[in-house]
């Protein structure tokens, strides 16, 4: 008999305990801090939670044994450095009410949009554009917005049958940036590149953080072997860009970590340079079909500077409509982290924790839809 009972516990007491880790009755994994992400990661019937859980944390560079939270002690004098930050793009004017009112729950010092406010191919209509800038100044913390290709370089002209994306550019840049302040029912004061022609390039610092963004979008960059005015387009806003970021790091200097906050995901690609273009001609690398990496020279400005500075650094990109989050090269340069945001038909932003004394100073702590 006592040998019956004891097999019974046998088979049922792990049966128990692995029930109550599933309801999160028995927390080995931080689910408190995560503890939003569960609705979502439900959602994906291939994969239980715990192993849903795992490999965003994988992805994430997040050690399973560790705490989000960290095992670093902080000084109270450096407890300033630290921010929360919500971060979103890809988004679409679809069911923004719900993300809105989410948004807006949080505590957050910071918000990010990555670009891609429209469905692509569409037409950039005035309304859609503006109904987005709505959204981004019904958001109660400052909005930082760097342009997608959605929104200009994909447009289409419905009357003309093509593409009018310089125009669509123009009227983004008269909307969006037409004071030297952030977004946001509580707007910010930002440094801006609006003398050379760029507004969109804007920067500022909250808690020695250091924001910067840069108008570098998906689709090539506009860089375009068939037209000779979007790859002028294009190498004027890559210059400008460098040099907007390369003079944004050395006017922080003394921060504590920076976000470089762009559209595309510049490190999916090999590096071609790009000089040969302007050698030799986009005809030439047309005919001779040579792909051009035209992120090439930003990426590699943002490897340089993340050494030269020795300060933890995140790119923060869109595009893909996929999350994920990785250290490029990490022995090489092992200051820089890059976290691409979810999107469209997946409609969520992400909250980060930065913390520059930690070992992982850039964290996705939660997911908000």
Not at 106 to 113: A, F, K, P, Q
Request: glycine fraction near 4%.
């Amino acid at each position: 008999m006592r040998s019956i009972k004891f097999t019974i516990y046998i088979i049922f007491v792990p049966i128990f305990f692995i029930y109550g880790v599933w309801v999160g009755k028995y927390q080995w994994f931080p689910y408190e801090q995560l503890l939003s992400i569960k609705k979502t990661l439900r959602k994906d019937k291939k994969l239980n939670n715990d192993s849903l859980l795992a490999e965003l944390a994988k992805t994430n560079n997040i050690e399973l044994n560790d705490s989000l939270n960290g095992k670093r002690s902080i000084s109270s004098s450096l407890k300033s450095d630290s921010i929360k930050i919500i971060s979103l793009g890809d988004n679409e004017f679809k069911n923004m009410k719900g993300l809105l009112n989410s948004i807006n729950l949080h505590n957050s010092s910071l918000i990010v949009h990555v670009g891609d406010i429209i469905d692509a191919p569409s037409p950039c209509t005035d309304s859609k554009i503006d109904n987005q800038r709505e959204f981004m100044n019904s958001l109660n913390a400052p909005v930082l917005y760097t342009p997608g290709d959605n929104e200009w370089k994909d447009c289409i002209d419905q009357s003309k049958g093509d593409t009018h994306n310089l125009e669509r550019l123009d009227y983004i840049r008269k909307t969006f940036f037409s004071k030297n302040q952030s977004l946001g029912i509580n707007p910010s004061i930002v440094e801006n590149q609006r003398m050379r022609g760029y507004p969109e390039n804007a920067r500022l610092k909250k808690k020695n953080i250091a924001f910067i963004t840069a108008h570098v979008i998906g689709e090539q960059n506009n860089f375009d072997p068939y037209s000779k005015e979007n790859t002028s387009e294009f190498l004027q806003r890559d210059k400008a860009n460098i040099d907007w970021i390369t003079k944004s790091f050395e006017r922080y200097k003394d921060a504590s970590a920076y976000v470089v906050i762009i559209h595309a995901n510049i490190f999916r690609k090999k590096n071609i340079p790009l000089f040969f273009v302007e050698k030799f001609g986009s005809s030439y690398a047309k005919e001779k079909e040579i792909e051009i990496n035209p992120y090439q020279r930003v990426a590699n400005s943002l490897l340089k500077l993340s050494n030269k500075y020795k300060k933890p650094v995140l790119v923060l990109s869109g595009n893909e409509h996929k999350f994920i989050a990785f250290k490029p090269m990490r022995n090489q340069y092992p200051f820089l982290h890059v976290i691409q945001n979810f999107g469209n038909p997946d409609i969520t932003a992400i909250e980060i924790e930065i913390n520059p004394l930690k070992e992982i100073p850039f964290n996705v702590t939660k997911l908000i839809d």
